[in-house]
């Protein structure tokens, strides 16, 4: 089991937390072209080595935050919160 | 290479079987093949096998990191079953499973093939309004899928004494499908590479494909590996949980991600399930195997992850949600724990499909990828000899992401 770092509880048991996926890359704007479009909305980055992914500490304080996790040792090496929209107050997945 | 019967049988008893052939051939790799394919699992060996057979192409090099069928095929749950919600995937799985059925006549070798029907344990109702809706669409399709009662279930299913009344969660229905079955897996592996070696195909295995090689006009020209350059105008990858790995090197991106998926298997005990039991409320479903052994599946880890291992909150959950039905089963003992690296794109149905790189095919996201093998191989190996794809296989190219034209399947996990 991994423990989380949740930016307001501390170190918590993995079972708190809900797992949403890796962080997506900032929005293209409008003028983007389809091919890039579509890129940006199905391609996830799938590395053997450091992916940076939010948590949602659902059966805690519901804090959304992002760590960055190796996905073969499970090493965890940075702990920021989620800024802006993303962390809205209904603490629902943006 | 000798046919197995039982006249050979016979007649390798008088020399104590010491002269029979080899199932495959080790020979050098050369420097060009017409077509490779990476990976000797389950699904790269049901391609180059139907592309010898069907297609009459036989000049393939299957390439191996490992050793043949030492990936995803040897970590499997060996579930055959075609209960899938979709009009695109049913008739794909519907297709495999009666591939399954006859595989063995085909192969000319023992799978341990046993149909023994899959029962869903439903606890929900939102889960039997789904599984109604899966058995509706199963009906026009060929895959049956027939709902029994309460009682009927505890009587098929023995041990299954919990889900009471008073329970967390009361059982309130279950739903069969008749068609499922179990099979040797190892067997897949091992008959696919015996039938293809033995048409001229060569599996060359520990050879690590380092990347893709791609020529000035931006098609594929061959592959690098560990020992050496292998030219070719046609290269499928067929890797499972490591296809963006591979794909990467040429520049190529995928919508799949990694997990890790994990089983259990319990000491072998006397005979008292014979069908294949899932609970896809609870996230668990296992069957008992020829030996007595339970081999039980649970959920995946939360996250990506190429690690085949499993984790203590992941084993336990299973157990306890098993022990849940099963209350008679806490005192077995498991014998054995592994974990297996699988890829899933977001509509959770799989990827046959030629790609922006001409001459570079992919098979992949096919998450629990046992009961497709040889559909999958069939339809890649259709898709790499004509360039298009057969009608099974047609919704499962990458166009339905260019598109946004998404194949949103519920049938493809068992546990969730």
């Not at chain 2, 099979?183 to 293809?196: E, F, L, P, Q, T």
């Not at chain 2, 295995?205 to 690098?224: A, C, F, M, P, Y």
């Not at chain 2, 157990?319 to 794109?345: C, H, N, S």
Request: charged letters at 20%.
């Amino acid at each position: 089991m991994l423990t989380l770092p949740c930016p307001f509880c501390g170190q918590r048991d993995e079972t708190e937390f809900q797992n949403a996926g890796p962080t997506k890359p900032a929005r293209p704007d409008a003028d983007v072209c389809d091919a890039e479009w579509i890129d940006w909305l199905t391609v996830p980055v799938n590395p053997i080595g450091y992916v940076a992914e939010k948590w949602w500490h659902a059966k805690g304080c519901g804090k959304w935050f992002t760590i960055t996790r190796h996905t073969v040792t499970h090493e965890i090496v940075t702990n920021e919160p989620v800024t802006g929209e993303a962390n809205n107050k209904n603490g629902e997945n943006p | 290479m000798g046919r197995f019967s039982a006249f050979s049988l016979a007649w390798h008893a008088l020399s104590h079987h010491r002269n029979w052939t080899r199932y495959w051939q080790n020979l050098p790799l050369a420097k060009k093949y017409d077509v490779l394919i990476i990976g000797a699992g389950g699904h790269g060996l049901a391609t180059a096998h139907y592309l010898a057979k069907n297609h009459g192409i036989a000049n393939v090099a299957v390439l191996e990191k490992g050793w043949l069928g030492g990936g995803n095929i040897a970590r499997n749950t060996v579930t055959i079953r075609s209960n899938y919600l979709r009009d695109e995937s049913l008739p794909f799985f519907v297709k495999s499973v009666s591939l399954f059925e006859g595989l063995a006549k085909d192969l000319n070798f023992n799978l341990m093939y046993s149909k023994r029907s899959m029962i869903d344990v439903v606890q929900t109702y939102p889960k039997m309004r789904e599984i109604r809706r899966r058995m509706m669409n199963g009906y026009l399709h060929g895959s049956s899928y027939s709902p029994i009662d309460v009682a009927e279930l505890r009587q098929r299913v023995p041990p299954l004494t919990g889900g009471g009344p008073n329970s967390r969660l009361p059982i309130i229905g279950a739903m069969v499908h008749e068609e499922a079955a179990v099979c040797r897996h190892d067997g897949v592996a091992w008959g696919y590479a015996r039938s293809a070696s033995s048409r001229g195909v060569e599996i060359h295995q520990h050879t690590e494909v380092k990347s893709l090689l791609r020529d000035n006009d931006g098609t594929i020209k061959g592959v690098e590996t560990n020992r050496g350059t292998v030219l070719a105008d046609k290269v499928a990858v067929v890797v499972s949980g490591h296809t963006t790995t591979i794909t990467q090197t040429a520049g190529l991106r995928l919508p799949v991600k990694s997990f890790n998926l994990a089983a259990f298997v319990s000491e072998p005990v006397k005979p008292l399930i014979n069908v294949i039991v899932n609970c896809p409320d609870l996230g668990v479903y296992l069957n008992q195997s020829d030996k007595g052994e339970l081999v039980i599946g649970g959920a995946p880890d939360p996250g990506q992850s190429f690690r085949r291992d499993v984790k203590q909150n992941v084993f336990e959950d299973a157990v306890v949600t098993m022990l849940e039905l099963f209350p008679a089963f806490r005192r077995l003992k498991l014998l054995r724990q592994w974990g297996g690296v699988l890829d899933i794109a977001h509509d959770a149905t799989p990827i046959i499909s030629t790609t922006d790189i001409p001459g570079l095919f992919v098979s992949c996201g096919w998450w629990g990828g046992f009961k497709a093998v040889p559909a999958g191989g069939y339809s890649l190996a259709h898709l790499i000899a004509t360039g298009q794809p057969n009608d099974i296989a047609a919704p499962f190219t990458l166009d339905r992401f260019r598109h946004l034209d998404f194949i949103v399947e519920s049938g493809t996990t068992t546990a969730r």
